[in-house]
């Protein structure tokens, strides 16, 4: 479910070399004695992207300092939390989507939208390479290139096959917007083919067996759309072949929704086992073919086969091409995905940004990184400081590391007490260094990479640009920590991720929610509190308005089933 937190956000990119100036003044003497007018050079800005990263960066962004050009295929924004919806109908498309043109208007000047691909980024010249994706007769005008002073990439990233053969070509996926426009055409499709005359009844049962390969929150949300509309529409337009239907998710871990607390994943099997759904898990899909998905079980190795309508893959995402290409160029080939540091700069690339599901922040390392920290500080060389010295240390590797905060106070607290205190319980005056390294021991393999989800995507959006507007001002009164220098590093705090719970709707009137504090909430109420929270994220009152008389018109009238 989309997190309660999220804002709708914008994009930017910041310099690689730290936070440098944005704007420089330059008084131009003009050769005409009545013209004396100082011009701003502005540093151009080009943002690849329209999702969820990119807008959230822009809408913040105070552009009377720069030059800023936006480059996306997509002339929309799409609220993608409610896809599922649109795939069944209870929420048309046209309601989700915010042109972005009334996004970025600004009343303090212009930023540039150009509907086109990035095709190749060329960091080293400083410039991105652009393909319109309009089909045009423009011949040969098509390709254009934008030069930058700070890129921010946020591409987001495209649905992961694992190469399974078939997928390509036998399934629908769930990314897009005009993804859950086709599944809503295939499933009415899947019914007025059922019931054609001449087909036998194994035939009807077969086009009526809907696959699901994902049991994550995507999947899941789309499995529980799908039941509704079933059960609650298209029963009563489709009677002949009402119990013909069968909705299968399949999912290679243990438990649906593995992402979520236990509770939750439990409720959700339980309701849909319930609701008649079938899940298996521990089931990994081999391949897809025009009739069947092969996969294997896991437990016992065996392979099997079932007869399938229609599929829906949705089980992940992988790096688009342009950033693979792009990773290669800075040495970064041999990862998954973008890394950056914990200012969002892109690893081993100058003024370059990259925020949003196209890249992750490279936290691994963080005990060479505090163990090179200490060993500077321990300039005598004794394995010992003093506890103020100790204390300002930590202070600093606490706001560069957000997570060793975590693990301190979930499972070494105690250890690093103990440090501070001699076995009498008093106040030591020096600390043992080696301790305090072993006591953070673990951190390096606890470091998870933060979730592919939109509240990641719109609050680094966010902080990017709240970077970006007060650049100047950062290098004047720095905020970050002081013992990160290394070019400009200390001028901004670190990103810092603040998780306001996820949602997971599972039809029925009912959605369970993990919120802040280790709660979780299930049932009915939990999906009035979903209504409201994706309300009130809705980008503009207009998508706002749309979205609830969706839900309106769905409640009195049921959902359209025509194909269109
Ligand atoms: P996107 O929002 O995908 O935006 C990427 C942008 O880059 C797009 O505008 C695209 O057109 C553009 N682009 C693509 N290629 C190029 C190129 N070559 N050049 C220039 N621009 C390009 N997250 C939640 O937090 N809660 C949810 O409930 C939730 N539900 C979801 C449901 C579904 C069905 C899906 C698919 C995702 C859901 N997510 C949810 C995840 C969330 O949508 C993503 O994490 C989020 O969109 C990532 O934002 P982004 O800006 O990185 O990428």
Redesign the pocket.
């Known amino acids: 479910?989309?997190?309660s937190s999220?804002k709708l956000l914008v994009v930017f990119s910041l310099s690689g070399g730290g936070l440098v100036a944005y704007s420089e003044s330059q008084s131009t003497s003009a050769t005409n004695s009545t013209e004396v007018e100082p011009l701003k050079k502005k540093k151009k800005v080009v943002v690849?992207?329209?999702?969820?990263?990119?807008t959230s960066f822009l809408k913040d962004l105070d552009i009377s300092s720069y030059d800023v050009q936006v480059?996306?295929?997509?002339n929309y924004f799409a609220f993608?939390?409610l896809?599922?919806s649109v795939t069944c109908g209870t929420v048309e498309a046209r309601s989700i989507v915010e042109p972005v043109r009334n996004i970025i208007k600004k009343k303090n000047g212009e930023i540039h939208f150009w509907e086109a691909?990035?095709t190749k980024i060329d960091a080293a010249n400083k410039k991105v390479f652009c393909h319109s994706v309009i089909d045009s007769n423009l011949v040969g005008k098509n390709d254009f290139s934008l030069d930058y002073d700070y890129l921010v990439v946020?591409?987001?990233a495209e649905v992961n096959t694992f190469n399974t053969p078939g997928v390509k070509e036998y399934c629908h996926f769930?990314?897009e917007v005009e993804d859950a426009q086709k599944i809503r055409m295939s499933v009415i499709d899947c019914f007025e083919k059922a019931i054609l005359p001449e087909l036998t009844e194994e035939e009807r049962r077969i086009n009526l067996h809907f696959v699901i390969v994902g049991g994550g929150?995507?999947g899941v949300e789309f499995a529980a759309e799908l039941h509704d509309f079933v059960h609650e529409d298209l029963v009563k337009l489709y009677p002949s072949v009402k119990d013909m239907v069968k909705i299968t998710v399949i999912q290679s871990g243990d438990h649906i929704l593995n992402t979520y607390d236990s509770r939750i994943s439990t409720f959700a099997e339980a309701k849909f086992t319930r609701d008649g759904i079938n899940v298996c898990t521990g089931t990994r899909v081999l391949s897809v073919t025009d009739k069947e998905v092969n996969m294997k079980i896991k437990s016992t190795g065996e392979n099997v086969s079932i007869p399938r309508g229609m599929v829906v893959w949705s089980t992940g995402v992988s790096t688009?091409p342009?950033v693979k290409d792009f990773m290669d160029q800075i040495g970064q080939g041999n990862r998954r995905v973008l890394a950056t540091d914990e200012w969002l700069r892109v690893k081993n690339c100058e003024d370059v940004y990259a925020i949003?599901?196209?890249a992750t922040i490279d936290q691994r390392k963080v005990m060479e990184d505090i163990s090179a920290i200490f060993t500077a500080a321990d300039k005598d060389n004794s394995g010992t400081l003093s506890v103020e010295e100790f204390q300002d240390i930590i202070d600093d590797i606490l706001m560069r590391y957000p997570q060793v905060e975590l693990h301190l106070r979930d499972k070494h607290l105690a250890s690093v007490t103990d440090l501070l205190r001699d076995p009498e319980g008093n106040a030591k005056e020096e600390v043992d260094i080696e301790g305090f390294k072993l006591a953070l021991s673990q951190v390096d393999s606890q470091m998870k990479s933060l979730p592919?989800?939109?509240?990641v995507?719109a609050q680094q959006g966010t902080y990017l640009s709240s970077c970006f507007n007060k650049r100047e001002l950062a290098k004047l009164a720095p905020e970050g920590p002081r013992r990160f220098k290394g070019s400009g590093r200390h001028d901004f705090c670190p990103f810092r991720y603040k998780h306001f719970g996820?949602?997971a709707p599972l039809g029925g009137e009912q959605a369970a929610a993990e919120l802040p504090g280790d709660w979780v909430s299930v049932g009915r109420s939990t999906q009035w509190l979903w209504y409201s929270v994706y309300a009130s994220k809705q980008v503009s009152w207009r998508t706002r308005v749309l979205v609830v008389s969706d839900w309106t018109r769905r409640f009195i009238f049921g959902r359209d089933s025509s194909r269109v």
């Open positions: 479910g989309f997190p999220s690849l992207g329209t999702g969820w990263a990119s480059v996306s295929p997509r993608t939390p896809l599922p691909e990035c946020a591409a987001g769930l990314k929150p995507t688009r342009v949003g599901d196209c592919a989800t939109a509240q995507a996820q949602f």
